[in-house]
């Protein structure tokens, strides 16, 4: 089928998905705040002739955009939160914060989002002309610490899926393959008795103290972990400014990371322990609060090739000399360098690695114009993501689109600069189409649907463990714990 007619869509209302884009950008919510991001998201969805209908899974800045009716159901996902700490002036080639201490895109969000509801609108497009099936596109929030997606898995939200579509921002393009780290973050915090530190120490209980204890705790505890988990925290409430009062509360969030749920639940119950021990020494309280969880990456064979073959016949964005002079200007100011190949298959097939040595001059090259060929992936990769639980429950896979100078440092200024340029705005125009031009052949094709289920089924044949607990709420970092 041609599917001219419908990825056209998405050139002739470029600048609607542009504009968007650099206004979730200007935003900048963190986490569980999006709320003027999710607005416009569903003003803009209604006016072009979605359904909306939020919040979802008691999230307030969750919805979703229905057009169509009927089977099959393609599921399209977006994400939309900022990063603490790094605004950035848009464009600039040197660090510039926009606002003192604010937030920015340091993921790409903001170009995921306006990504993903390219492709709903070309999608809507091809329901229009006749075609049965229903589209919805997914607004899910908190992805860097909030996991929408796994609290909407707990409610089996994605089980009204035949099948899930979603791109993320990046320096290469490629089909993404493997698995992941689960991930589960839980926030700790202690009470004790304030005295004054000097004149009256014995007095005092400090709950600073049960922290640090506990963070030299879990150090011990790296050494009795497998290689593959992570720990990771940050104290969130140091207990005030003034080192003359034994300080009464303290809060730490940690993350811990396993490949299967199973295991970092395991290893997050050690670190439990270990926030016990640390309040029995100090003799402060301690409580406990979940913030988020989320699972490792199903793959999917049949999808991955799907989206490989439309990403192919999409093409790739081309750039101008100033584009490139920008890139290179971005990357000289990098502050740790290295000298990987761009792509994840490059370190599990020397021929892939060959190949893209060559197209990338030995990895020189400012922008990487070229699409890394299709691997097929069972390898765990130590990131994590909510898409993960999405895998858990429907067939689900994922491309990567250039939207940020080559090796471009992940959660950082230089992204957040690129996100407001023309080189971010090729980068999620070219990737609504892939994912549009997928969905379409998910539709005229259904055999493909039944593949990729089979496929589904005996790779998750082990069955779905959410980290998320049932009686768990969606919760903001550092907030006031009861």
């Known amino acids: 089928m041609d599917n001219k007619k419908y990825l056209d869509v998405i050139d002739q209302n470029a ?17 569980l705040m999006e709320f003027q991001s999710a607005e416009l998201y569903c003003k803009v969805l209604k006016d072009a002739g979605f359904e909306v209908e939020t919040p979802v899974a008691g999230i307030k800045t969750a919805f979703k955009a229905i057009y169509g009716s009927g089977k099959p159901v393609i599921g399209i996902l977006a994400e939309y939160d900022a990063l603490s700490g790094l605004s950035q002036i848009g464009g600039a080639t040197e660090r510039k914060e926009l606002v003192p201490n604010g937030c920015g895109h340091g993921c790409g969000h903001n170009m995921l989002g306006a990504g993903a509801m390219a492709a709903a609108f070309a999608v809507k497009k091809y329901l229009e002309d006749g075609h049965s099936g229903t589209v919805i596109f997914y607004g899910c929030p908190g992805e860097e610490g909030g996991a929408a997606k796994a609290f909407m898995a707990r409610d089996r939200i994605w089980k009204e ?16 393959s493997g698995t992941c780290n689960t991930c589960i973050q ?27 204890l506990m963070n030299v705790g879990v150090q011990f505890l790296r050494e009795h972990m497998p290689d593959s988990a ?18 009464p509360h303290a809060q730490v969030l940690y993350m811990v990371r396993s490949q299967l749920a199973k295991d970092a639940l395991a290893l997050e119950k050690r670190v439990d322990k270990i926030a016990e021990g640390a309040a029995l020494m100090t003799e402060t309280s301690v409580k406990k609060r979940f913030i988020d969880g989320c699972s490792n990456t199903v793959p999917n064979k049949v999808l991955e090739t799907l989206l490989w073959k439309n990403f192919n016949e999409v093409g790739i964005p081309t750039y ?73 429950l429907v067939p689900t896979a994922q491309i990567n689109v250039v939207t940020f100078p080559s090796k471009a440092p992940g959660h950082s200024w230089q992204n957040v600069s690129c996100g407001k340029t023309s080189i971010g705005h090729k980068g999620l125009l070219t990737a609504g189409k892939v994912l549009a031009a997928t969905a379409i052949e998910l539709f005229e094709n259904p055999r493909y649907l039944e593949q990729a289920k089979e496929e589904f089924e005996k790779r998750a044949a082990g069955g779905y463990y959410c980290p998320v607990p049932d009686d768990a709420v969606p919760t903001v970092v550092g907030g006031k714990m009861d």
């Open 230 to 247: 992570r720990i990771h925290y940050a104290i969130t409430d140091a207990g005030g400014n003034s080192p003359n009062v034994v300080q």
């Open 320 to 392: 101008t000399k100033e584009e490139e002079e920008y890139a290179k200007a971005i990357i000289s100011s990098y502050e740790m360098t290295n000298d990987d190949l761009p792509g994840d298959a490059c370190d599990e097939s020397e021929e892939i690695a060959a190949w893209v040595d060559k197209v990338s001059q030995h990895a020189t090259i400012p922008l990487n114009n070229f699409l890394i060929p299709y691997h097929f992936s069972t390898r765990q990769r130590m990131g994590s993501t909510d898409v993960g639980d999405v895998s858990w």
């Open 161 to 176: 899926l035949d099948a899930a579509l979603t791109w993320h921002p990046s320096s290469v393009n490629q089909v993404t």
């Open 15 to 31: 600048s609607l998905f542009t504009d968007v884009s650099d206004k979730i950008w200007e935003y900048a919510e963190l986490s």
């Open 186 to 212: 839980v926030e700790y915090k202690f009470t004790g008795v304030a005295s004054h530190a000097s004149g009256a120490p014995e007095l005092g209980r400090s709950a600073l103290d049960a922290v640090e």
